[in-house]
């Protein structure tokens, strides 16, 4: 059921993330940033305080004011216990106190007591006209925002992605699906996945979209490199933070099996744990001189690097935790920018990437077809040319964020755009 006040205007939802404001998570920002612009009155709740350096051009459009929950419940005890006395009469904490404990005999974890104290405290302290709490991510963020929407007594949502579903136990995704008034998800792999765990019309497809006012197509035409010529090198990027599911070891061994008479760079953006073991294995495979690692990286200057870049590589694979990416956004942002991409058929790419029209995809933990699906562009600039420009024509037909954005609006009880 949409929201709306008596006033026929939108009331003011809470929105729950695990982190704000976090630079790997700028969808997020855009999504919120988009819904305050149609109206939308938000409230930002943070389970963790921001640990960035720095943050997206976007965070400084956002309005909504921030509510940091006490990131460990040792820190703030005192306003924990203050915020049980405040709710511990309300009709719905007997129902959310069972919940918990319930969940506590089947995760008996110190981060499922740190998600109720949280929950406790943003029960207490929400404003009087929050009428809809959403969580994005359906692991963490929606178990506090379980909690805390049962106290208070009010209707709650959430957005799905990727790691909170496919590490998440499947009896919490039943149970959380069936509290929810609704959920929405960025991939049609992931929709199917947990409609067959939820109630019929509960989860629906809502891609994350692109900003095509911000990621603009560019004005002229990249030089037609072929991996010839030793002082001109053909230019592969690759963006993900260096964690198991992102595949960039995969993409080292790849590369190493390029033949030595092809010439190309690896540029690499983002930051993560593995990056020292990753750069020793570049260096044992003997590319440490062929790559730039450029760590985290704002947006603006993100673009210029796709602005520069012959061609992108994303190696996605399964890691053994069961994390996956979903659609990783960086996909459509470098097809946006025309730049043709080899990825890898892991959870929704394929709903992105034709293979052999709009892109190149190989198996995933496949260095040598990676490697045949890389050298194949690197010495053809005329095919990189036709999978970039079909590429981009397909991100700004189907994956525009306005159009995404359309049907998360009316979720959220917002009227349609003018000339809908």
């Not at 059921?1 to 704000?20: E, N, T």
């Not at 809809?132 to 007594?153: D, K, M, N, Q």
């Not at 199917?192 to 629906?204: I, K, S």
């Amino acid at each position: 059921m949409a929201d709306a006040s008596h006033r026929g205007r939108p009331g003011q939802v809470a929105f729950v993330l695990k982190g704000y404001p976090r630079l790997s998570e700028t969808f997020i920002a855009q999504e919120i940033a988009a819904l305050e612009q149609r109206g939308l009155p938000i409230l930002i709740a943070s389970l963790r305080h921001p640990t960035d350096s720095q943050v997206h051009p976007i965070h400084a459009s956002i309005r909504a004011p921030v509510l940091y929950l006490p990131e460990y419940l040792r820190d703030e005890p005192m306003r924990v216990l203050r915020a049980w006395w405040r709710v511990r009469r309300k009709p719905g904490y007997a129902q959310a106190w069972r919940d918990w404990l319930r969940d506590l005999w089947r995760d008996r974890t110190a981060n499922r007591i740190r998600r109720f104290g949280q929950a406790l405290v943003l029960a207490a302290e929400l404003p009087h006209d929050v009428v809809r709490v959403h969580a994005h991510f359906l692991h963490t963020p929606a178990s506090v925002v379980r909690y805390c929407a049962t106290i208070r007594g009010l209707p709650w949502s959430g957005s799905a992605h990727a790691k909170d579903i496919w590490t998440s136990p499947q009896w919490e995704l039943r149970e959380k699906l069936a509290s929810c008034d609704w959920l929405v998800t960025c991939t049609a792999t992931n929709r199917d996945y947990l409609a067959g765990l939820a109630p019929p019309g509960r989860v629906e497809l809502v891609y994350h979209g692109l900003d095509l006012d911000r990621f603009a197509a560019p004005a002229g035409t990249r030089k037609p490199r072929d991996g010839s010529a030793a002082d001109d090198p053909v230019t592969v990027l690759s963006v993900g933070r260096l964690v198991e599911k992102k595949g960039t070891d995969i993409l080292l061994e790849a590369l190493a099996l390029l033949p030595e008479d092809l010439h190309w760079r690896l540029v690499h953006v983002g930051g993560g744990p593995l990056r020292q073991a990753l750069q020793q294995q570049a260096a044992d495979l003997g590319l440490r001189e062929r790559i730039t690692w450029h760590g985290a990286m704002a947006q603006g200057e993100l673009l210029t690097l796709y602005q520069g870049a012959d061609l992108f590589a994303l190696a996605s694979r399964i890691a053994q935790d069961g994390d996956r990416d979903g659609l990783p956004n960086v996909l459509m942002e470098a097809q946006s920018q025309g730049v043709p991409v080899v990825a890898t058929d892991v959870s929704a790419i394929h709903e992105l990437i034709i293979d052999g029209e709009t892109g190149l995809m190989v198996p995933p933990q496949d260095p040598q077809a990676l490697a045949r699906a890389l050298q194949e562009l690197i010495r053809d600039p005329a095919r990189r040319r036709a999978l970039a420009e079909a590429g981009q024509a397909r991100v700004n037909a189907e994956f525009g964020l306005q159009g995404n954005l359309d049907r998360l609006a009316a979720k959220f009880g917002l009227p349609a755009r003018a000339g809908n």
